[in-house]
């Protein structure tokens, strides 16, 4: 009887002992916390107007030089040259719908030539997107025709990041980041 009571006991310990390293090591786990909405990129802020916006970066900002094609949905309306973004040097449109004076997109394009500096910096925004965002809710690699196209997407109430690199034949590609508002009478459409 004296040898149950023995087993017993150490048994109670253990259990014990383990219940209290796992209770110290589910309080030391710091709980990841989604992000919250994003609301438009740095200090721009969707629904801001394009004056607003201005103001904000008024030291950086230049009017956009390229008009803008007759069928595009968003249009120029004031770009930033050279911004470094990490290591990676870049040009950003503040962008607003045709015929509208209100910011709902920013595009981030790396300035990078060749195949190694867009793979580069496609890997460094990722990172950087990430460190801030989350990770991706989606990502894509896929072949069309003679291009390589990689997509990496970020979704919130009030916006969509998508991260975007293109490389096509004779070393031409791109390196692209889109924050857009997003159009919540559209989704409740749906």
Avoid at 138 to 153: F, H, I, P, Q, Y
Wanted: proline share 6%; net charge positive; hydrophobic share 45%.
């Amino acid at each position: 009887m004296k040898r149950i009571c023995c087993a017993t006991l150490t048994g109670l310990v253990l259990a014990v002992l383990l219940a209290s390293a796992l209770i110290a090591q589910a309080q030391d786990a710091t709980p990841i916390k989604p992000t919250p909405d994003v609301f438009g990129w740095g200090k721009i802020k969707w629904g801001m107007s394009i004056q607003e916006a201005r103001g904000v970066v008024a030291e950086f900002a230049s009017q956009p030089v390229e008009p803008p094609g007759p069928n595009f949905v968003l249009v120029d309306r004031i770009m930033l040259k050279d911004v470094p973004i990490g290591d990676i040097t870049c040009r950003i449109a503040i962008q607003a719908k045709r015929n509208s004076e209100t910011v709902t997109a920013v595009t981030i394009h790396a300035i990078a030539h060749a195949i190694e500096q867009r793979s580069e910096a496609f890997d460094t925004l990722k990172k950087l997107l990430i460190e801030k965002y989350g990770q991706p809710k989606s990502e894509d690699r896929r072949r069309e025709a003679r291009n390589t196209l990689a997509v990496s997407l970020w979704s919130f109430p009030s916006t969509s990041i998508a991260l975007r690199r293109l490389e096509g034949p004779y070393g031409i590609g791109y390196v692209v980041v889109e924050f857009s508002s997003v159009n919540k009478k559209s989704l409740d459409a749906m």
